[in-house]
């Protein structure tokens, strides 16, 4: 999930706030007031919209805490972590690469809810802190209740069932009994699938009574019953390719072109004969100067199409990735999933030799995908 906004860097980790988190601290600052306004009616307008506000933010401030920790702790297990996405269902951290052992996974796992413990004893103490110093019963309420919400954090988060940590811890226990990690992935995603939808059941049935609560079980029941079927699914794909090399399933020796031809020229007299839909673009020299994809060629203007060059149309080469024959499938995966056409070109030296496409993986999963 991309960030809307991007904060900074945190640890070595950027950070970043997806438009849709919004709307949890709106739905959190409208839970939070009415519900102080209702328990507290002495209390000012002002009183209660800042205590709203500051609620709001402190939980999202503990989301942060909680994502954060998974990431230095991933750091620490050798992982590479590429950023923290605050969204609309809380947080999202964005880690490159599994965990080597079953150890390693579970720690992965249980520092978020950890952190979410420690985040309520924070702010358990802090209302205490308040009532001592006689603050005010409203600022004393909004404390206690981000310590109650975060051990309902971690509460849920605990559940076993992917993605939730639980579902990690799940997968870690299950990996250190059977050794073997991709049915403990895969068993792990279908508690998911199973959780999540239960939660859609819920959610409905809520939904259907009047209770405004309903249509967020909803939604969550419903992100993690995807999440859990695209971690089955990735699980059962990284088993597929393990051991295989990017020389294994590339297509070898690729058509290319020269980055000077008019789109037009190019979509007349070379597309309908070569029937492929991508072209690396080399200069005489033999330089990759970018990649041309038949979407790109299509979304030139039809009247532009005559005076365009494939180069000004194409994907820069600082954003095409780049693999060696000799690099296993599975680390290249996350670099290809992320590219704008979703291309990786395959280079011996200085010297082109293939091109991995979504084709070449799905024909690679097919062929070695285990069959029960």
Not at 79 to 98: A, D, H, M, N
Request: with cysteine; hydrophobic share 55%; proline share 5%.
């Amino acid at each position: 999930m991309g960030a809307t906004l991007k904060l900074g860097t945190v640890a070595g980790v950027k950070i970043g706030v997806h438009w849709s988190a919004l709307g949890t601290v709106v739905l959190l600052f409208a839970l939070v007031t009415s519900g102080l306004a209702h328990a507290y009616p002495d209390q000012s307008t002002v009183a209660h919209v800042a205590s709203g506000l500051v609620a709001a933010v402190l939980f999202m401030a503990s989301l942060f805490t909680h994502e954060i920790a998974h990431a230095v702790v991933a750091k620490r297990q050798g992982l590479e972590v590429e950023g923290i996405t605050l969204w609309l269902l809380g947080g999202v951290s964005s880690i490159r690469g599994e965990a080597s052992r079953p150890r390693a996974d579970f720690a992965i796992a249980i520092v978020g809810p950890a952190a979410s413990l420690a985040s309520a004893l924070v702010f358990a103490a802090l209302a205490w802190f308040l009532a001592f110093i006689g603050a005010g019963p409203l600022w004393v309420a909004v404390a206690s209740y981000l310590a109650v919400i975060n051990v309902l954090l971690a509460a849920f988060n605990l559940i076993p069932a992917a993605p939730l940590d639980g579902g990690r811890i799940l997968r870690a226990a299950l990996w250190a009994a059977r050794g073997d990690r991709v049915s403990a992935a895969v068993w792990a995603a279908r508690a998911g699938r199973g959780f999540g939808m239960f939660l859609l059941l819920l959610g409905g049935m809520e939904f259907l009574f009047g209770y405004s609560a309903g249509l967020w079980w909803l939604m969550l029941g419903l992100f993690i019953l995807l999440m859990a079927g695209a971690e089955e699914r990735q699980a059962q794909t990284g088993a597929a390719l393990a051991g295989l090399r990017v020389r294994d399933v590339m297509t070898q020796d690729p058509d290319t072109a020269s980055g000077d031809l008019p789109v037009e020229a190019f979509l007349h007299d070379y597309t309908l004969v070569r029937r492929h839909s991508s072209f690396p673009l080399l200069d005489e020299r033999g330089r990759f100067e970018g990649l041309i994809t038949f979407d790109r060629l299509i979304a030139v203007p039809a009247r532009e199409r005559p005076t365009t060059t494939l180069r000004e149309a194409a994907c820069p080469p600082g954003e095409v990735p780049v693999a060696d024959p000799g690099e296993p499938v599975t680390d290249l995966l996350p670099r290809l999933s992320a590219a704008a056409d979703r291309r990786a070109l395959v280079f011996s030296g200085d010297r082109l030799v293939g091109i991995v496409t979504p084709s070449d993986i799905s024909r690679a999963v097919a062929l070695h995908l285990p069959r029960s």
